[in-house]
């Protein structure tokens, strides 16, 4: 009797287990690759979709979550970017993963279960989502390019041999990407609104501050040129390269660079120049005086002398020693700031004078001081050359006398508080003598031809 009782027992729980087994594994046979019925995607009915329809529902579902304005601000500047375009993307395969896995998990009996409640309460799954990496920080970029501010200089002026602010430098905001990729993706993944993002200050080269310590003059130096108003114009035009130029510590300075090319495209007119001993009219004449001054006020303002040319002959408008020419592609003049301090050139040309000032913060009781020295002759040819000079009409000559050379040496001395505390040969100059030299003149005439040497045999 038991035993019956046992059987009846047993077969009804097997009736009562293979009914729901039976009904779970239909559903898995009638949803096989489809979200189960009782799944809501953020909030949307998606049950029966299949994984492809559920990605692009997804997108769509997405769609107003991407397109959410991000307010971004960095000092007093801000910008607006969609989350989209900062690299927030759709998980497809997360999100429909999820959904997927609703009602499959777990063993038979937690199926069962979860599929029976999500008859009555069905259940949520939420959005995945990535950040695309390199979409974010190439919107960063462009977000930090729009939103940083360039720093200013301060823009100064000399008056009564002052330097004077006209317009105070600004400091500039560089934004750090680094730290806006981190933040941004922490406001995406939070749902915020907003970000603000770390800033870092960018100072100016030439501060107002530094400005005002450089207010004083530590050098000037200035030379004078004759009437003529192409040789003032090159003077004027080459001086310009020169005015407010800044040196830092270190910092050295190409006369060639700073000027470039002397031709008539950049506006230089052709003046007398020094070339072959001789003066002629050529493209830039005037600008070796430039170079000149810029040397004397570069010594008088402790600036290291790294390369300097002197002229064949001496100058007119300078002592023998305290020249120096330039060429461009050929010669330069290199000086170098190797004081503590920055140092500013300030050019001003007048009517017939070239001055050249060096700003910088002054130690009181130096003195900086040029002094020519060991100069020795070097007696002049005892013979005659002869040249033709197209300028010159036919027939008429010119004669320029022979002229001695020179070998002379130019050295620095500086003092503070009225003791020595250094002394150097900054440079030396070597003139070389000229024989005494008679110009035919050969206006006119055609060029000479050079004939090559034709040696005949005889037999």
């Known amino acids: 009797m038991i035993s019956r009782v046992l059987a009846g027992t047993l077969a009804g729980l097997a009736v009562t287990l293979a009914v729901p087994t039976v009904w779970l594994l239909g559903t898995d046979w009638l949803y096989e690759g489809r979200v189960l019925p009782g799944v809501l995607l953020e909030g949307e009915d998606v049950g029966g979709s299949t994984t492809v329809g559920l990605a692009v529902r997804a997108e769509s579902i997405a769609r107003p979550h991407l397109d959410r304005q991000l307010t971004l601000r960095a000092a007093a500047r801000e910008a607006r970017l969609r989350a989209r375009d900062l690299g927030l993307q759709v998980d497809a395969e997360a999100t429909v993963g999820a959904a997927m896995a609703a009602g499959r998990t777990g063993w038979v009996g937690e199926r069962i279960r979860d599929r029976l409640t999500m008859r009555r309460q069905p259940a949520q799954v939420r959005m995945a989502y990535r950040n695309n990496a390199q979409a974010s920080r190439a919107a960063i970029r462009a977000i930090a390019a729009q939103m940083a501010a360039t720093p200013r200089d301060a ?8 330097l004077v602010v006209r317009r105070p430098s600004e400091d500039g905001v560089t934004v750090d990407q680094d730290a806006a990729v981190t933040s941004i993706a922490s406001a995406l993944s939070r749902g915020e609104s907003e970000v603000t993002l770390a800033i870092s200050a960018r100072r ?14 530590v050098a000037r130096f200035t030379t004078w040129f004759p009437a003529n108003p192409d040789r003032a114009h090159n003077i004027r035009l080459a001086a310009d390269a020169f005015r407010g130029l800044l040196l830092l510590p ?30 002629v009219p050529g493209d830039g004449g005037g600008v070796c005086q430039v170079s000149s001054t810029l040397f004397n006020a570069g010594v008088l303002a402790e600036m290291a002398v790294e390369s300097r040319t002197n002229h064949s002959r001496p100058v007119a408008y300078l002592p023998a020693g305290r020249d120096a020419t330039v060429e461009y592609g050929a010669i330069d003049l290199r000086l170098r700031n190797t004081t503590p301090s920055p140092q500013l050139l300030w050019t001003e040309v007048g009517p017939r004078s070239l001055t050249i000032t060096v700003f910088s913060v002054r130690q009181p009781g130096r003195e900086v001081a040029i002094v020519v020295t060991d ?41 503070q508080d009225g003791v020595g505390v250094r002394q150097e040969v900054v440079a030396s100059s070597y003139y070389h003598p000229a024989p ?18 034709h040696r005949v045999h005889a037999p």
Do not use: C, W
Request: aromatic fraction near 4%; proline fraction near 11%; charge should be positive.
């Open 155 to 162: 823009e100064v002026d000399v008056v009564a041999g002052r």
């Open 204 to 217: 100016p080269v030439f501060t107002t501050e530094m400005a005002a310590q450089m207010a004083e003059p």
């Open 250 to 279: 270190g910092e050295a300075l190409s006369y060639n660079q700073a000027v470039g090319p002397r031709t008539p495209e950049r506006g230089y007119r052709k003046a007398p120049v020094l070339i072959n001993d001789e003066f």
């Open 375 to 415: 100069q020795r002759v070097i007696p002049a040819p005892s013979h005659t050359v002869v040249r033709r000079d197209r300028d010159l009409p036919r027939g008429e000559t010119r004669i320029e006398p022979a002229r001695p050379g020179l070998r002379v040496r130019m050295v620095r001395r500086v003092r």
């Open 436 to 453: 005494r030299t008679v110009f035919v003149g050969s206006r006119g005439m055609p060029p000479r031809v050079a004939h090559r040497a």
